[in-house]
């Protein structure tokens, strides 16, 4: 076995960072409620423009329920900080076989789960084999690289994975195997669902907060666990909240009723917050990609020029410049522009009716009216949807515009049948390479997963199966460069921009480390004065 580890991460992340062991807390487990509140640290009540309609770690996959995740449950590794760096956690260092086909993790000794049982490498086994099994959430991350079965135990704090094939990206993403409590799902198990009922409104982690109150149609309600192993968070208690409408968070924040929100909104509500003095509205370059997804597999977007037609019918420059006051970035391909892989010279799409009506008329499929869709509570996909209509119309595209909550629009992306013909939504920062965009959102194996557009191109396959048999980062980049040129060219979606962070938080909350994995939602740091 020999260490690779620099090899097969980002930039920048070194042997000494992923081997180094972070301070394992000794605070007392199981205090009551009164004693947690005289500890002090504030609370922090923050409104989110998605619905928790579960608390299963390994049913959802998207940032914007991303907040049960990272606060009441831990991975193996965990990306933290802006550019992302990924860092030992519920592991202290792993290797790498010289294949790159198995990776051996050692676990941290000591971690609690919050019902004060020991974490071992046994509830890593399970809590892979469960993501394999419920086939939801981050499942396509691992499907196709992990056999059920195929990760083993070797001592009480030491797992192996043993992959198909060599994986440049696998240690990025085990930020994702969230560890779940085997002995207290196994307990609530019925009918060898793996908990899945019961977890859906209960707490299995080791989080730094555990779960005191869950309800779908409010959001849910979390105090702090002061057994975590990296010491006790800063606040006492959050309260996450489900509020769809972006008027109301807005309004909500400006009175104090809210302590903090999602960034995503329209400019205007951002300008609004700027200049209110209570507010401390945090900026940073993000790696969080806009695109409409259009779907490849059912006609008329089998054609094409059908779908080079929608590409020109959307006014790039307007949406950018008047719409969103140039505070985002165009970004013309399917990698963000400040990702390495991302190449330099792709023109992209303009806002032109008359070459739309030149490919319309070299359309060999009939045409129909298409479903362009937004997403509750998500104003600037609404908008886009809006705004991509009006440019249909004038060239001759019939359309109907439908928008629905995250819940509803995540399901049908799974699924080609109920999947929209057209849908405005961001691909966040799931880990920090390339493939989290080019791999997910265009390889065929990742259809019912990150290909919402069921796209397939059997020379991007062949590139992107080639990117992740290497580890070196300067063979890695021309291939990627390569895919989002064929896929420019294949108007395999519509890429729009590129995202800036815009973090909303009343003036009396510190502590905020934004991540684009994860949008700045980890409150473990969190103090609210």
Known sequence: MTERLGQLLPAGIGRRDLLKAAAAGGAVLGLPDAALAQRGGGRIVFANGSAFDTMDPHATFDVGRVAYRLNLYDGLMRWLDNPPQLEPWLAESFTVSEDGKQ?????????????GT?????????????????KKGAYPLFALLIEPGSTKTRDRLTVEFNLKQASAIFAATTHDIYVVNSALLKRNERNDDWGQEWIARNDAGSGSYILRR??????????????????????????????????????????????????YMPQDQITRLQGDANMN?????????????????????????????????????????????????????????????????????????????????????????????????????MQAAALLQNGLSRAGIQSKLLNEPWPVVSNKMRDPEQMYDMLFLWRSTYYADPHNWAGELLATERHRGGNASYYSNPEVDRLLAEALAVSAQARRAPLYEQVARIAAEDAAALFIHNTKWYGPFRKNVEGVRFCSIGDGQEMRWVRVT
Not at 118 to 134: F, G, H, K, P, Q
């Open 103 to 115: 990776y051996v993790f050692k676990l941290r000794a000591g971690i609690k789960f919050h019902d």
């Open 118 to 134: 020991d974490m071992t490498s046994e509830d890593v086994v399970y809590s892979m084999e469960r993501i394999l099994a419920v």
């Open 214 to 263: 869950f309800d779908p149609a409010r959001g849910f309600l979390a105090q702090r666990f002061d057994g975590h192993f990296k010491g006790p968070a800063a606040l006492s208690e959050i309260d996450f909240r489900y509020v769809a409408e972006v008027n109301s968070r807005v309004l909500g924040l400006v009175r104090g009723d809210f302590q903090g929100t999602d960034p």
């Open 281 to 381: 509205v945090m900026e940073a370059e993000s790696t969080r990609l806009f695109y409409a997804t259009m779907h490849n597999q059912r006609p008329p977007f089998t054609d094409v020029n059908f779908r080079k037609a929608v590409s020109y019918c959307f006014d790039y420059d307007g949406w950018i410049n008047n719409i969103l006051g140039r505070s985002v970035v165009r970004n013309t391909q399917v990698i963000p522009n400040p990702m390495w892989g991302a190449p330099k010279d792709v023109a992209g799409y303009t806002f032109d009716i008359d070459k739309a009506k030149w490919h319309l008329q070299r359309v060999q499929v009939p045409l129909r009216e298409i479903t362009v869709a937004g997403m509750i509570g998500y104003e600037q996909s």
